[in-house]
């Protein structure tokens, strides 16, 4: 196909992925109340069920934290629609053995993302409020109460949701490595040990400063390492035997 009809197809796919972007944030902005109360949801059971409280300070912040949710829930409703078109864009370039290699890894990725954004919701997210709220109460006679503002609560929500669920693909990128051959289960296996230590300082990166975000996060970034290498193993001994 000549460029121009590159550029031409292309042009298509980005406007078809614009088109099913924009459907998504329009149904997610009627809805952005409800989708941040399922965001909130963590943070009121931790309160108690019923005492939970979130401020604003800027006449302009809940509407933009409105904005930002639609925003936020648009581009996970409209994925799989984008993800089709940058397939349906790059799959007429690739051999029929290229298909197959790379379709798993467009399969596992959102699956794999959905799992580390599960983890912080259900799990994590609770367990580092219930923390954080322990320090509510008397200190030296003056009462100290948890009121978080609305737009902080929001940012600090998706940096825990997004920081668990691109650390979860990295399965998907260290197979596509090493399909690419740029690295080996050896070489892996000889580096575990400075991957203990950056899977702990990536999740002190990407978490709040807390034990328990940090241990929730670091486990599964070794455990995932550790499975990577275990597929690689399965596909190398599957592939001498095909031999």
């Known amino acids: 196909m000549p460029l121009l009809d590159h550029l ?3 042009r298509q796919r980005l406007l078809w992925s614009l088109v099913a972007f924009a ?3 329009a149904a997610c902005f009627a809805f952005s109340e409800e989708i941040f109360g399922i965001l909130a949801q963590p943070l009121l ?3 108690g069920g019923d005492e939970g409280k979130l401020i604003y300070t800027k006449l302009y912040e809940a509407l ?3 904005l930002k949710v639609a925003l936020f829930a648009a581009f996970f409703l409209s994925f799989p629609v984008i993800a089709n078109q940058l397939w349906q864009f790059v799959a007429p370039g690739l051999y029929s053995n290229e298909k197959r290699a790379f379709l798993p890894f467009l399969l596992a990725t959102p699956i794999l993302f959905a799992a580390g954004a599960s983890l912080a919701y259900f799990v994590v997210m609770p367990l580092m409020f219930n ?3 322990e320090y509510e109460g008397d200190v030296g006679g003056l009462e100290l109460q948890a009121l978080p503002g609305i737009g ?4 600090f929500v998706m940096q825990i949701i997004l920081a668990f669920g691109i650390a979860f693909l990295l399965p998907v990128l260290l197979l596509l490595l090493n399909r690419a051959g740029l690295v080996s289960r050896e070489q892996l296996a000889k580096l575990r040990r400075y991957m203990v230590v950056g899977s702990f300082a990536v ?3 990407l978490t709040p400063p807390d034990m328990v975000s940090m241990l929730f996060l670091g486990l599964p970034l070794i455990a995932l390492y ?3 290498m275990l597929i690689m193993r399965f596909t190398e001994k599957r592939n001498q035997g095909s031999v």
Do not use: H
């Not at 902080?152 to 940012?155: S, W």
């Open 8 to 10: 031409i197809e292309l």
């Open 23 to 25: 459907i998504a944030f």
């Open 45 to 47: 059971t931790a309160f």
């Open 64 to 66: 933009f934290v409105e």
């Open 131 to 133: 923390f954080l709220l």
């Open 152 to 155: 902080d609560y929001l940012a």
């Open 203 to 205: 999740a002190a990166i």
């Open 226 to 228: 550790e499975g990577s």
